[in-house]
């Protein structure tokens, strides 16, 4: 079950990738701890975009998709 993306939720995502901070995201059973990296339209979807510290690998997060979302910061 996805989340409800009010303005203030976009808010804190768009604001977290514009100063690269650290998310975690949780989709389908798995949570993720990624730099946020920008939220833009991929193949017709929203979508999360941030990177794993430790590998540099980009992962993309389709909004739908999202469970739940947190800034944790740096």
């Known amino acids: 079950m996805s989340i409800r993306w009010t303005p203030e939720r976009m808010d804190r995502l768009e604001s977290a ?14 949570e993720y701890v990624v730099v ?8 017709g979807k929203e979508t999360f975009v941030g ?9 993309s997060f389709a909004l739908n998709d999202i469970d739940a979302f947190e800034v944790i910061g740096l």
């Open 36 to 43: 946020a990296r920008r939220v833009a339209v991929v193949g």
């Open 17 to 30: 990738a514009r100063r690269g901070l650290r998310v975690t995201v949780a989709r389908r059973g798995t």
């Open 51 to 59: 990177f794993l510290p430790m590998t540099g690998e980009e992962l």
